[in-house]
T-cell receptor, first 116, second 114 residues
Framework: AQKITQTQPGMFVQEKEAVTLDCTYD???????LFWYKQPSSGEMIFLIYQGSYDQQNATEGRYSLNFQKARKSANLVISASQLGDSAMYFC?????????????FGKGTRLHILP | AAGVIQSPRHLIKEKRETATLKCYPIPRHDTVYWYQQGPGQDPQFLISFYEKMQSDKGSIPDRFSAQQFSDYHSELNMSSLELGDSALYFC?????????????FGPGTRLTVT
């Protein structure tokens, strides 16, 4: 069975600092996808970044990068130069092999607070 | 760019009533997923459809049913509502042809059962 673990329930970070949100996962399938979503207080689920298990390079999207360490089964999200608008709940998530199991399972989330 | 559309955005129902949630996927997306997020919880997968056929089923109560129509929009029908059904319901869509690398979520429907 697949499992996502986020060990940081909450984090406080000073504005403009870099942030690393931890995520470890467990799966027996060699093919899978890893996601990070941002959920602000308004409730919408915003897609941030995706990493496929066979992708050779770490995914990057603007200020977001995914530190993918396959052997350690970790997929940490790095936010560079944090901004006040980054304050939100962040979910790490994964899906199984696309042709057999593409539903997403989520971790419990990390609530990030950016301090001015 | 067009996003996933969900309606209504907010819904208040009483116990034992029925509710219908609608989802309009991103154009050319062929797969729709429904998730339920209780207060303070992570989203839980309910059900998914690919090309109008149910493709996977999660922890969806028997009181709920869903379908995907010929125009790819989907509806989640909920009957005999209970207080515990109060949650944020998300619809997400993806394209299998594009590799289903991303699932884009709609803004959600916040259902309150009183």
């Amino acid at each position: 069975a697949q499992k996502i673990t986020q060990t940081q329930p909450g984090m406080f970070v000073q504005e403009k600092e870099a942030v690393t949100l931890d995520c470890t996962y467990d799966t027996s399938d060699p093919s899978y996808g890893l996601f990070w979503y941002k959920q602000p207080s308004s409730g919408e689920m915003i897609f941030l970044i995706y990493q496929g298990s066979y992708d050779q390079q770490n995914a990057t999207e603007g200020r977001y990068s995914l530190n993918f360490q396959k052997a350690r089964k970790s997929a940490n999200l790095v936010i560079s130069a944090s901004q006040l608008g980054d304050s939100a709940m962040y979910f790490c998530a994964m899906r199984g092999p696309r042709d057999r199991d593409d539903k997403i399972i989520f971790g419990k989330g990390t609530r990030l607070h950016i301090l001015p | 760019a067009a996003g996933v559309i969900q309606s209504p955005r907010h819904l208040i129902k009483e116990k034992r009533e029925t509710a219908t949630l609608k989802c309009y996927p991103i154009p050319r997306h062929d797969t729709v997923y429904w998730y339920q997020q209780g207060p303070g919880q992570d989203p839980q997968f309910l059900i998914s459809f690919y090309e109008k056929m149910q493709s996977d089923k999660g922890s969806i109560p028997d009181r709920f049913s869903a379908q995907q129509f010929s125009d790819y929009h989907s509806e989640l029908n909920m009957s005999s509502l209970e207080l515990g059904d109060s949650a944020l319901y998300f619809c997400a869509s993806s394209s299998q042809d594009a590799g289903a690398r991303e699932q884009y979520f709609g803004p959600g429907t916040r259902l309150t059962v009183t």
